[in-house]
């Protein structure tokens, strides 16, 4: 029989659970609410038009879905790399005598404001981004990812400076995620004669679920930010694969015409790309979630490795 304080216990924490799951199912309802006005009248076209023209009143968000995702995949291939070497020069390499002064500083860029990366961004991220553009040879401004003049505030600038924003959080998880790998793992790969870095990649294979997750705690982070990119895309609701190109996404432009709404047509269309972007987080949330539930029970079925006697094996 369960004591009534245990029984109080588990119904006051799940009860705390319960109100994450209630803020998160009212706000997806309050954002279909304050938008039902543009999905009555656009429907499903509003996710996949371009024309975005408030004087006519014709509203798409596929240029702003298709900037947001651009951007934060680009961030993402440029800071995984380099958030996961910090986390495992941190966790594996570094001296003692560093080591605190790196965790501070990986942690104090997480905690800096996204208006100051943006400021950082106006005045030494596109110039140099720039500068980089106009030094391109013609062979690779034929292409089509750097054709377009060299304006500096673009696709490329936006992805540069998310993926600075990014490294942070997605190396802050991923040290405390290889911190918390058994010792028992190194000693058995060095057991068996592996090198040191050998050794370091056993432990990044044992804790590969975990890094999955910091990886995607990154990606919504990037799917998120809004002043920083605002300030080095371009904001300019066209499509293009060209990184050179002025380009948008739907937090700047919630951010850029929330205020000058005029109709209310205009402000549910910008509410909708809230309602968007809140579903298009979910759903990527959710293949997240499931991609680490498979790896965990594709682990958890791999058989088991042969245990040899030692009479067999001294014979």
Not at 201 to 209: G, H, I, N, V
Not at 281 to 298: C, D, P, V
Request: net charge neutral.
């Amino acid at each position: 029989m369960k004591r009534p304080e245990n029984l109080a216990f588990r119904l006051g924490t799940g009860l705390f659970g319960l109100v994450l799951i209630v803020i998160v199912a009212a706000i997806g309802v309050e954002l279909f609410r304050q938008s039902s006005l543009s999905i009555q009248k656009f429907g499903f076209d509003f996710w996949r038009t371009q024309v975005w023209d408030p004087v006519a009143g014709e509203f798409g968000a596929l240029p702003f879905i298709w900037g947001t995702l651009y951007s934060s995949i680009l961030a993402l291939l440029l800071s995984t790399p380099i958030a996961l070497g910090i986390a495992v020069f941190i966790s594996e390499l570094c001296p003692a005598r560093l080591k605190t002064a790196l965790v501070f500083l990986t942690e104090l860029l997480a905690a800096i404001p996204s208006i100051v990366y943006g400021l950082w961004g106006i005045f030494v991220l596109v110039p140099a981004v720039r500068s980089l553009e106009l030094s391109l040879p013609p062979a690779l401004k034929a292409l089509p990812f750097f054709s377009g003049p060299p304006f500096g505030v673009g696709m490329l600038s936006a992805a540069l400076i998310l993926a600075v924003m990014v490294v942070p959080f997605t190396s802050s998880v991923a040290r405390e995620v290889l911190k918390a790998v058994p010792v028992a793992q190194r000693e058995g790969a060095y057991a068996l004669g592996a090198t040191r870095l050998e050794a370091i990649w056993a432990a990044l294979y044992y804790a590969r679920t975990g890094i999955i997750g910091a990886v995607m705690l990154g990606f919504g982070r990037a799917l998120g930010e809004t002043m920083a990119v605002t300030m080095v895309i371009g904001n300019n609701a066209k499509i293009s694969l060209s990184l050179l190109a002025p380009q948008h996404t739907m937090a700047a432009v919630l951010a850029n015409e929330f205020t000058e709404a005029d109709t209310d047509l205009y402000l549910n269309a910008l509410i909708e790309i809230g309602l968007v972007l809140f579903v298009m987080t979910l759903i990527i949330n959710g293949l997240s979630r499931l991609l680490i539930w498979s790896m965990a029970q594709s682990a958890k079925s791999a058989p088991e490795p042969a245990v040899v006697p030692a009479a067999e094996s001294a014979a």
